[in-house]
């Protein structure tokens, strides 16, 4: 089986692995990078008015022959791992023929991306799979496996072909709500894995001061039954651990989460999935209606939702009425600013920035400052930490461990044995 990672093999995003046995060739994952070749923030905008052979001829999309529209089909499959850009945000640009498999999670998160978001990734053939579930792919027969991640629905990959196995972490971690995720997996590993393509995020990263989602939790409730004010929560709608880690934090201290249009939306659809995800219709929940997500909302077919949500409404008044017993989820955001604006007082009010701190622009700090806002850094890794990734290590024994998402791929054989080490588009014999 040859084997190809064209993207990340000394980086964290643009993820993109080919598997090829002569006959079938399948793609994991096709991320947008995080980074440039500076590693300056990767600026989208260099997609704009680039044809596929432009972006191709300036390193931008990983060059595949057979992938993009355009050309004469050549890849089988895609198979995606999770629902963040750095895995999946290419795939708009690929032939539309070719079927991208994913999870019923994954699926969601991505339409809803494609509602609010303008760089709509747009998939025209999707299949959703069930993990542990074998796919069969021409020579190939690809598993996915449920894995504990910040992203929902999350999935790592054992592809077997040619007689050999690969074991494809994808994203993951053992520190967040699904652990128990990470622990079967140590528990019955998949067996006779040749290559383990391995994550390692926090490779050269502190792990921080909260270990897991429960600590996440606990500080929480501390800080919410201590406020005088309102609290902000800054944490993205696709987090669900991290919502629901809100979420039983907010019911634990005793007050009202308020949750904008988005995130009450996506709630709802993934309710399909799990039926323990906090809805707009539970006691501790309010929905505030910004306009803008009114407006997307009332431009889609999902219309009714509107009026389906309102009973759960909250307005203005109410919220600086109520404002001691009040925890609103927010982004930092033109919406996060107009809404300072319209609240009175806001002495004792807090800031608990729960996502990764490296997103905190001088303009966010500028304005907590204007409006005498404290700040408070509540956050831990959708990553797996270094013990986490040596125990899965241990658990699968492969026959080689190659770093994948990961800027100090260099480090791996300080912590695994026999590590493999990659380039970026190397064809690679398994
Ligand atoms: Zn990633």
Same mark, same amino acid.
């Given at each position: 089986?040859?084997?190809?990672?064209?993207?990340?093999?000394?980086?964290?995003?643009?993820?993109?692995?080919?598997?090829?046995?002569?006959?079938?060739?399948?793609?994991?994952?096709?991320?947008?990078?995080?980074?440039?070749?500076?590693?300056?923030?990767?600026?989208?905008?260099?997609?704009?008015?680039?044809?596929?052979?432009?972006?191709?001829?300036?390193?931008? /999309?990983?060059?595949? *022959?057979?992938?993009?529209? +355009?050309?004469?089909?050549?890849?089988? #499959?895609?198979?995606?791992?999770?629902?963040?850009?750095?895995?999946?945000?290419? =795939?708009?640009?690929?032939?539309?023929?070719?079927?991208?498999?994913? *999870?019923?999670?994954?699926?969601? /998160?991505?339409?809803?991306?494609?509602?609010?978001?303008?760089?709509?990734?747009?998939?025209?053939? !999707?299949?959703?799979?069930?993990? @542990? %579930?074998?796919?069969?792919?021409?020579?190939?027969?690809?598993?996915?496996?449920?894995?504990?991640?910040?992203?929902?629905?999350?999935?790592?990959?054992?592809?077997?072909?040619?007689?050999?196995?690969?074991?494809?972490?994808?994203?993951?971690?053992?520190?967040?709500?699904? %652990?128990?995720?990470?622990?079967?997996?140590?528990? &019955?590993?998949?067996?006779?894995?040749?290559? =383990?393509? /391995?994550? +390692?995020?926090? =490779?050269?990263?502190?792990?921080?001061?909260?270990?897991?989602?429960?600590?996440?939790?606990?500080?929480?409730?501390?800080?919410?039954?201590?406020?005088?004010?309102?609290?902000?929560?800054?944490?993205?709608?696709?987090?669900?651990?991290?919502?629901?880690?809100?979420?039983?934090?907010?019911?634990?201290?005793?007050?009202? =989460?308020?949750?904008?249009?988005?995130?009450?939306? !996506?709630?709802?659809?993934? *309710?399909? !999935?799990?039926?323990?995800?906090?809805?707009?219709?539970?006691?501790?929940?309010?929905?505030?209606?910004?306009?803008?997500?009114?407006?997307?909302?009332? $431009?889609?077919?999902?219309?009714? /939702?509107?009026?389906?949500?309102?009973?759960?409404?909250?307005?203005?008044?109410?919220?600086?009425?109520? %404002?001691?017993?009040?925890?609103?989820?927010?982004?930092?955001? $033109?919406?996060f600013r107009?809404?300072l604006?319209?609240?009175?007082?806001? &002495? +004792?009010?807090? #800031?608990?920035? *729960?996502?990764?701190?490296?997103?905190?622009?001088?303009k966010f700090r500028d304005v907590l400052a204007e409006y005498?806002i404290?700040?408070?850094?509540?956050?831990?890794?959708?990553? #797996?930490?270094?013990?986490?990734?040596?125990?899965?290590?241990?658990?699968?024994?492969? +026959?080689?461990?190659?770093?994948?998402?990961?800027?100090?791929?260099?480090?791996?054989?300080?912590?695994?044995?026999?590590? @493999?080490?990659?380039? &970026?588009?190397?064809?690679?014999?398994?």
């Amino acid at each position: 089986m040859k084997l190809v990672i064209h993207r990340g093999t000394k980086e964290i995003g643009g993820s993109c692995v080919e598997l090829d046995t002569g006959s079938t060739r399948i793609l994991l994952d096709l991320g947008m990078p995080l980074v440039d070749e500076k590693r300056e923030p990767f600026d989208s905008n260099k997609l704009k008015n680039k044809s596929i052979a432009e972006l191709i001829h300036c390193h931008i /999309l990983p060059e595949v *022959s057979g992938l993009y529209e +355009g050309q004469r089909r050549g890849i089988d #499959a895609v198979f995606l791992s999770h629902a963040h850009q750095d895995h999946y945000g290419f =795939l708009r640009y690929i032939n539309p023929e070719i079927p991208v498999y994913m *999870s019923p999670g994954v699926r969601i /998160l991505i339409e809803i991306s494609d509602i609010f978001i303008p760089t709509k990734v747009n998939l025209r053939n !999707i299949t959703t799979f069930e993990m @542990r %579930k074998p796919i069969p792919m021409g020579e190939f027969v690809v598993t996915p496996y449920l894995v504990d991640h910040s992203g929902f629905d999350a999935a790592a990959f054992l592809i077997e072909g040619d007689g050999k196995k690969v074991f494809y972490s994808g994203d993951f971690r053992a520190h967040g709500r699904k %652990k128990i995720l990470y622990e079967k997996m140590i528990a &019955d590993p998949p067996q006779g894995v040749d290559c =383990l393509l /391995l994550e +390692g995020s926090m =490779l050269g990263r502190e792990n921080g001061q909260y270990r897991d989602e429960k600590a996440i939790e606990e500080r929480m409730v501390s800080l919410f039954k201590a406020k005088e004010n309102i609290a902000f929560v800054f944490c993205s709608s696709q987090n669900i651990d991290r919502i629901v880690s809100i979420y039983r934090a907010v019911k634990r201290s005793g007050k009202l =989460l308020v949750i904008d249009l988005y995130t009450a939306y !996506i709630l709802d659809k993934l *309710s399909t !999935i799990s039926k323990h995800l906090p809805q707009f219709n539970w006691d501790e929940i309010r929905v505030k209606y910004f306009r803008h997500h009114a407006d997307v909302l009332a $431009s889609t077919k999902q219309k009714g /939702l509107l009026y389906k949500y309102k009973e759960s409404k909250i307005e203005i008044t109410e919220i600086n009425d109520n %404002k001691k017993n009040i925890v609103m989820l927010m982004r930092d955001n $033109s919406i996060f600013r107009a809404c300072l604006r319209n609240l009175n007082n806001l &002495d +004792g009010a807090m #800031a608990v920035y *729960s996502m990764w701190e490296g997103y905190v622009t001088g303009k966010f700090r500028d304005v907590l400052a204007e409006y005498q806002i404290s700040y408070e850094y509540v956050h831990t890794s959708g990553h #797996a930490v270094i013990g986490d990734l040596q125990g899965l290590t241990r658990a699968i024994n492969p +026959g080689c461990v190659i770093p994948i998402h990961t800027f100090h791929p260099q480090d791996y054989p300080s912590f695994f044995t026999n590590v @493999r080490l990659a380039e &970026d588009g190397e064809e690679i014999h398994v």
